[in-house]
Each structure stands twice: as C-alpha cells, then as structure tokens.
C-alpha cells in the first residue's frame, strides 16, 4: 500500500482518462492520492477531484511562477478553497529561481502569504523549491515552519540536512530512478526512512521503465521499488512507513482500510 502525495491529476492530461488512471493505480496498491493545485483553478479541480473519488484528496496553493498579478481578492479565494473538505495541505508553494518569469520578490511575498495561511488553518505546506535552496530554508526557519514537505527532492546531504533539521519530510518522485542520478540514490541513503515521502508529480517525472511517456499514480511503484532497493528494506515495509509518514503529516480522512496482502 502506497499513497501518492503529490499528484496533479487536476491537470489537463488527464481529463480525458482519469478513472482507469485511478483504477490502474488502485491495482498496483495506491490506497490514496494527493492531488496538489498550482493556482485557483487546478486547486479547484483538484477539490472536485477529491469530493468525486474516495481515493483522492487535494491541496491548494499558488506555484512561484503563477504569483504575477495577484490580488488580495485571489488569496481571499484560496482561503476560502482551503477550507473544504479533504483539502490536506498548502501547496504547491514556495521559490523558483530557475523559471525567472515572475520576480524573487513578488514570489517570496507570495511564498509568505501562504505560508501564514497554512499556520492559520493548521495545514501542513508542501513546498517547491528549484535553484532557492538557501533562501527557501532562510525563510521556513525565519517563520518556525515545521510541518511540511520539500517536494521532488533533488539537494544534496547538507541541504537534506537542513531540511531535517527543521522537522520537514522529504520526498522523491520518479527522479531517483534516473540512471544518472546516483548522487540522488547516494543522498536517500542517508535520509531516515521515517522522514521520507513518495510522490509521483505526475503528469511530470516518469519513472526510469517510462521515460519519454505521461507519468501516472501507478507508476509511483518503481520509484518504491528503487527506494526500497537503497533502504535495504522490503517493498512492503517501505509502503507501510511511507504511509504512515504520509498520515502523520496530511492527516488523511476516510483512508481506506487496509488490504490483507
Ligand atoms: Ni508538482
């Protein structure tokens, strides 16, 4: 049993499929999906999403490259958005230094509003980070953050350390079966297990075996198998402490029970 905790199944590449996409995820032992938004509207799908399927849950959040032109009345609505049901975290929020379409100043502005958001309503963030290591860190520390995710991790030790540090999980997509990524495989090593998250962040990131295709919840399975592989732990105790990481964190409602394997 895995859940996927961060997914964009709201995203356009998968309106036109989306229930054998769950059904084919429900098969390789998904028991929940977390659902991320990016901006109001993904983060109103995802909400639709999670009110449709049992097995999905969504978060809601402005990404740093969408933070041009908002307004009070914007963050006035995704306050609003985060107050529904199965809305489980914040995000995705935080910096990009790497997509420089939108200004390091209004993105960390933004990055702030949500942050007092998510302390607000008592949610935990999921947060993007690219090519902002020190800065993100700067900024989570300044505002005492402590529950929350780096998402898609791809730092090395000293900044998996710091990001322990401060009390966040971290999770891995499908970049860690990358051929070339040893020094990934190299940095998981080191991360206790009970600190880490899986996550596909699909439609993005296929796994190694899918390279080139739309990633999909399903194929979160490799990622796990790679991971379980580097822990030196079986597939089926890493899908459980994973899951348990990943409740303890989002605190997931109506989660399935349980399969007997
Ligand atoms: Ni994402």
Partial sequence: ???????????????????????????????????VGADLSTSKRAIEL????DLCYATVGIHPTSTNNLQDKDY?????????????AIGEVGLDWF??????????????????????LGLPLIIHNRDANSE???????????????????GDINFAISVLSLGLYISFTGN???????SLRTVAKEIPLGKILLETDCPYLPPQPKRGKR?????????????????????????????????????????????KT
Avoid: W
């Avoid at 895995?2 to 390789?28: C, G, M, Q, W, Y």
């Avoid at 997509?99 to 607000?120: M, P, T």
């Avoid at 953050?145 to 991790?153: L, N, Q, S, T």
């Fill in 50 to 53: 999670a009110q449709k399927e």
């Fill in 136 to 154: 993100t860190l700067a900024i989570l520390k300044e505002k005492k953050i402590r529950k929350g995710v780096m998402h898609c991790f791809s």
């Fill in 99 to 120: 997509h420089n379409q939108v200004s390091r100043k209004i993105q960390k502005e933004s990055f702030e509003r949500q942050i007092l958001l998510a302390e607000r």
């Fill in 176 to 182: 860690l079966t990358y051929k070339k990524n040893e």
């Fill in 76 to 88: 006035q609505k995704l306050e609003d958005l985060a107050q529904k049901k199965k809305v489980v």
């Fill in 1 to 35: 049993m895995f859940i996927d905790t961060h997914s964009h199944l709201n995203f356009s590449p998968f309106e036109a499929d989306i229930k054998e996409v769950i059904s084919r995820a429900k098969e390789t032992g998904i028991i929940a999906i977390i659902n």
């Fill in 215 to 259: 990633n999909e919840p399903g194929f979160l399975l490799y990622t796990a198998e790679e991971l379980a592989k580097i822990k030196g732990v079986s597939l089926q105790e890493l899908g459980e402490t994973t899951t348990k990481n990943a409740q303890d964190l989002f605190k997931l409602q109506r989660l399935p029970r349980r399969q």
